[in-house]
């Protein structure tokens, strides 16, 4: 027997040959327990594909031989920085014949402009029709914060969430046992903490976040959110010179005042990382995809020493803030059918659970999060799975459902430079209110 | 005569016609245009409209605009003094003869071969108030630690160290390349009638390098005038808008939010100025050739 193991004969070889490729179709249709689904009906057909490059992109493309196999459909798949991908998207749609059949949005950016230009398709139809949708497709699955996402005013369905990045708390659990700090329960406990574990001769910061114009709009939005209040609401108010927003900025100017680094004025993420992973920041806000680098020790003096928290309740709310990409499909796409049929395959329950296994991001479905395997598995810990589920049960849009987000974030941001420097937050919201008021009036006429 | 010049006109066409249509084709047909959707409000989502003048009236009361026009000239002034000076400089030094010259200058114009971009992130990691290098090199000899990029009022100083790191190099070759051309027969009647140095340099090597130091007085003029990348790298027009210049704004407009129509008003106004300031250089660079 095992003579044949090390010297195996011509008849093994090509008999051990011919069970794996009359098997590995066999392991694919079962992988997707397609019942009598037929996922070959648009075969022959070929789709197009506009991603955002990132290793999210990387992941789904690796995996395409996979899809083609499975459907018959041939991809043609593109993924370009995000800022040009964004340029892409819009200029293809204004243009009226975009050249893909599937697009990934930013939603928290892009959601209002592509149901005012109507740019794609709704999804509710295909999902109710059972000889398009896969039996095992389990819409359920996908989380609330995801959802909300993709639901239009109007409950229009127009895309299908790929992943949601929540706002949490990142504290280094180290700094906190020396100075015997509990984790903040309230917003205001944050900044009390952060006085406490702030020791600016040993070069530590008890808090840091991003301060640079249009990154920094998120951080205010998350302590607004507190207030149980968006910065447009439901109506397309502006509610940014409210005391709520005022007081969302006083305690952004005071914890990047008071208690942060030197020069946060400048810090966008990478900045905060590399203050927070030397271990000269003792709690860090931003999105939940740092954990990765964070608990990677050639990369990270704190890996191993990280804690994961919710963003900590507001006076009147609780709610983490977030961001998330999906999937949609043109409106004008003439392979809608083969490209539904690619939406359920990147955004099925084993491609979610990649992403989440290889670090490339918080799922929008549900049950990764919960696979007991990768949670015992994984080096982020299980407290950063709690973080997410936690998060993304109380998740809010972190930026307004509005078209010039951009603007919004710009115009915002500068103020918020500003109170850095000194200015009162009552002002320079006031200030920036007006500048953005008609902008966001014209958006709506154009 | 006038048949054969004539003539003459019509055999010259084929040769000049793929230049013609080259130049009609990157040059005047996209300023024709630029000029064209100035006069629209056109943004990418929307409609276009026939707006007049409205986006040149708009802009001549954005104090923002104003602010990034005082950033431009602010940063260029810096940018181009301080590398023309110091690259006058290390030419005159690398244009002796000494152990090791041709070591050091390879070395001195190493900068000039990076990447822009490339420089910029290794400049930024530098910059970090708490992890920088720089930081860390004053606190080396006592000094306390510096805002850098990190503060309104110090970024466009410290966005201009990265020029002139960059920059001064290029200088020092077009000078290099004027003193290397230069007459030995003034030196040596200076010589006979005993001018110091300080002379000798003030009244011979000065006026006759002028002419190329006029060249890289325009070339760096323009260079940063038109300084994009370093500048969104490392700073995003930040602290606020505080290193926000002309072109920064002009790339926020259109490629951010997207308002061609105003953003064609700002390269039309920017245009017309660096063609002003080229003109006048020009005309300066013309006074101070030589007279053969």
Do not use: C, H, Q, Y
């Given at each position: 027997m095992s003579d044949r193991i090390i010297r195996p004969s011509r008849r093994h070889v090509l008999g051990g040959a011919g069970l794996v490729t009359l098997g590995a179709p066999a392991l694919v249709r079962n992988a997707f327990a397609q019942s009598s689904f037929n996922w070959k009906r648009f075969a022959g057909e070929t789709i197009n594909v506009l991603d955002v490059k990132s290793s999210r992109s990387d992941l789904t493309f690796a995996k395409h031989k996979e899809f083609e196999e499975l459907t018959g459909i041939k991809v043609s798949a593109e993924a370009i920085p995000e800022q040009q991908q964004r340029q892409k998207t819009l200029i293809e749609f204004t243009s009226g014949k975009p050249s893909f059949d599937i697009v990934v949005l930013a939603l928290h950016v892009q959601k209002r402009i592509a149901a005012k230009g109507k740019w794609?398709?709704?999804l509710r139809p295909m999902i109710a029709d059972g000889t398009l949708t896969s039996p095992d497709f389990d819409f359920k699955d996908f989380n609330a914060a995801g959802l909300t996402f993709s639901t239009q005013s109007d409950g229009t369905l127009d895309t299908l969430p790929k992943f949601v990045d929540y706002w949490i708390l990142y504290y280094n659990k180290e700094l906190f046992a020396q100075k015997g700090v509990e984790y903040p329960k309230t917003m205001d406990d944050i900044l009390a903490a952060a006085r406490k574990l702030n020791d600016p001769a040993k070069g530590i910061a008890g808090f840091v976040s991003r301060g640079l114009k249009n990154a920094n709009v998120p951080v205010w939005t998350t302590w607004m959110l507190g207030q149980g209040?968006?910065?447009?609401?439901k109506n397309g108010n502006l509610m940014t010179n409210t005391p709520e927003a005022v007081w969302g900025a006083e305690l952004y100017k005071r914890l990047n005042t008071e208690?942060?680094?030197?020069?946060?004025?400048?810090?966008?993420w990478n900045e905060c990382q590399t203050s927070f992973a030397t271990g000269r920041a003792a709690m860090w806000l931003d999105g939940i995809g740092f954990a990765a680098p964070l608990e990677d020790p050639t990369k990270s003096r704190v890996a191993g020493k990280v804690g994961y928290g919710i963003v900590p309740a507001g006076p009147k709310a609780y709610h983490s803030p977030t961001f998330a990409d999906g999937y949609g499909i043109a409106q004008?796409?003439?392979?809608k059918g083969a490209a539904w049929l690619y939406l359920q395959w990147a955004t099925n329950k084993a491609n979610q659970l990649n992403m989440l296994k290889n670090g490339a991001g918080s799922p929008a479905r549900n049950s990764p999060l919960s696979d007991i395997d990768t949670i015992k598995t994984?080096?982020?810990?299980?407290e950063w799975f709690d973080t997410v589920l936690g998060s993304a049960a109380i998740g809010r849009p972190g930026l307004p459902v509005i078209i010039p987000v951009t603007e919004f974030r710009d115009i915002f941001g500068v103020a918020l430079t500003n109170m850095i420097g000194g200015a009162d937050p009552k002002t320079e919201l006031a200030k920036a209110t007006e500048a953005f008021k008609p902008v966001l009036e014209q958006s709506e006429k154009g | 005569m006038s048949t054969a010049v004539a003539g003459m006109s019509r055999n010259y066409w084929p040769f000049i016609l793929p230049a013609l249509i080259a130049v009609l084709g990157v040059i005047v047909f996209p300023w024709i245009f630029t000029l064209y959707m100035s006069v629209h409000d056109w943004n990418v989502s929307g409609t276009v409209t026939f707006v007049g003048f409205e986006n040149y009236q708009k802009l001549f009361t954005d104090q923002r605009f104003y602010e990034a026009v005082g950033h431009t000239l602010y940063f260029t002034v810096l940018a181009v003094v301080f590398p023309v000076g110091l690259g006058l400089a290390a030419a005159l030094t690398f244009h002796r003869e000494f152990k090791g010259r041709g070591f050091l200058r390879g070395i001195f114009i190493m900068p000039m071969m990076a990447t822009p971009v490339a420089v910029a992130l290794v400049w930024t990691m530098m910059f970090h108030p708490q992890l920088g290098v720089l930081n860390y090199l004053l606190s080396l000899v006592g000094l306390p630690p510096a805002s850098w990029v990190y503060n309104a009022s110090t970024v466009i100083p410290t966005l201009v160290i990265v020029e002139i790191w960059h920059w001064t190099p290029l200088v020092m070759l077009i000078v290099l390349g004027g003193l290397a051309n230069l007459p030995s027969e003034p030196y040596e009647a200076a010589e006979i009638d005993g001018a110091t140095a300080f002379q000798k340099f003030r009244h011979i090597t000065f006026p006759l390098i002028l002419p190329n130091l006029m060249i890289a007085l325009i070339l760096r003029t323009i260079d940063a005038l038109k300084a994009f990348d370093t500048i969104y790298v490392i700073s995003q027009g930040g602290p606020g808008t505080a290193s926000e210049t002309m072109n920064i704004f002009l790339y926020l407009q259109a490629f951010a939010f997207f308002k061609l129509g105003y953003a064609s008003a700002v390269v039309v106004i920017f245009f017309t100025v660096v063609i002003l300031l080229s003109l006048l250089l020009l005309h300066v660079r013309q006074k101070t050739k030589w007279n053969v």
């Open positions: 794609l398709t709704d209040m968006d910065t447009v609401d208690v942060a680094p030197p020069g946060t004025i400048g810090f966008n004008g796409s003439a392979r994984s080096k982020f810990g299980k | -």
